[in-house]
């Protein structure tokens, strides 16, 4: 399965941003998703997570209530919602499909896209 991220950029604090996953290469429902991203200097952090056929999502803590996540296979592609972005939302941003049940765990996500840059100014 390939994945690839699209959507990142800069923008100012308190907008929106829609990320994007498009994959390929694979049977799309067979998988659950997930967004994840990396600051510089820190380990992957889980943001959300979707269920393969879209009834079941997670969000992390620090985005509940502003980060939607949300997929469409008749498109293979999974979407994240950002608005109210926040200072410490800036990281690369990385789409990953797991085989096994919705999970807030990187471990269990099988494969990765090259990720997405979002940067968040003042």
């Known amino acids: 399965v390939q994945l690839v991220e699209s959507g990142g950029g800069l923008v100012q604090a308190g907008n929106s941003l829609r990320l994007s996953c498009a994959a390929s290469?694979?049977?799309?429902?067979?998988?659950?998703m997930g967004w994840f991203r990396q600051a510089p200097g820190k380990e992957r952090e889980f943001v959300a997570a979707i269920s393969w056929g879209g009834g079941i999502t997670y969000c992390a803590d620090s985005v509940k209530g502003r980060f939607t996540i949300s997929r469409d296979n008749t498109k293979n592609a999974v979407y994240l919602q950002m608005n109210s972005l926040k200072p410490e939302d800036p990281a690369v941003y990385y789409c990953?499909?797991?085989?096994?049940?919705?999970?807030?765990?990187?471990?269990?996500?099988?494969?990765w896209g090259r990720g997405t840059q979002v940067t968040v100014s003042a």
């Open positions: 990953g499909a797991s085989p096994g049940s919705t999970s807030r765990d990187s471990r269990t996500y099988l494969y």
């Open positions: 290469g694979g049977t799309f429902t067979n998988y659950a």
